[in-house]
Nanobody, 118 residues
Framework: QVQLVASGGGLVQAGGSLRLSCAAS????????MGWFRQAPGKEREFVAA????????YYADSVKGRFTISRDNAKNTVYLQMNSLKPEDTAVYYC???????????WGQGTQVTVSS
C-alpha cells in the first residue's frame, strides 16, 4: 500500500521561505516521477511542480516558477519542495503524489498546511 506523508508546513510571513518534505513508502520510489500539488480553501487541487525519477528534469506551474524548487533523494524515498518568496496566494494544503506529466496517479496521502500572512 502506497503511503505519501507530507510535512514541513507552517505559518510564514510574505517573502519568507519554507521547505516541504514528502516521505513515500510502499512503492519503488526511485522509478517514479513525483509531483507536488496544492489545494487552497474553496478551490480545486492544482499542480505545482514535478520531477523525473532521475531528477534530471523538472517542471513548474507558472505561478511558482522562479520561486519554488523541487528536488528528490531516492536513497531516502523523499521528495522536497523549497518555497521562497512566499505570497499570501500560496496559502494551501500541499500534497505530493506520483505523476504522469502533471497528473496525479496515486491516491492522496497526508498533506501539510502552508499559511502565508501578508
Amino acid at each position: 500500500q502506497v503511503q505519501l506523508v507530507a510535512s514541513g508546513g507552517g505559518l510564514v510571513q510574505a517573502g519568507g521561505s519554507l521547505r516541504l518534505s514528502c516521505a513515500a513508502s510502499g512503492l519503488a520510489f526511485s522509478i517514479y516521477p513525483m509531483g507536488w500539488f496544492r489545494q487552497a480553501p474553496g478551490k480545486e487541487r492544482e499542480f505545482v511542480a514535478a520531477i523525473r525519477w532521475g531528477a534530471d528534469s523538472t517542471y513548474y506551474a507558472d505561478s511558482v516558477k522562479g520561486r519554488f524548487t523541487i528536488s528528490r533523494d531516492n536513497a531516502k524515498n523523499t521528495v522536497y519542495l523549497q518555497m521562497n518568496s512566499l505570497k499570501p496566494e500560496d496559502t494551501a494544503v500541499y500534497y505530493c503524489n506520483t505523476v504522469a506529466d502533471t497528473r496525479p496517479t496515486n491516491d492522496w496521502g497526508q498533506g501539510t498546511q502552508v499559511t502565508v500572512s501578508s
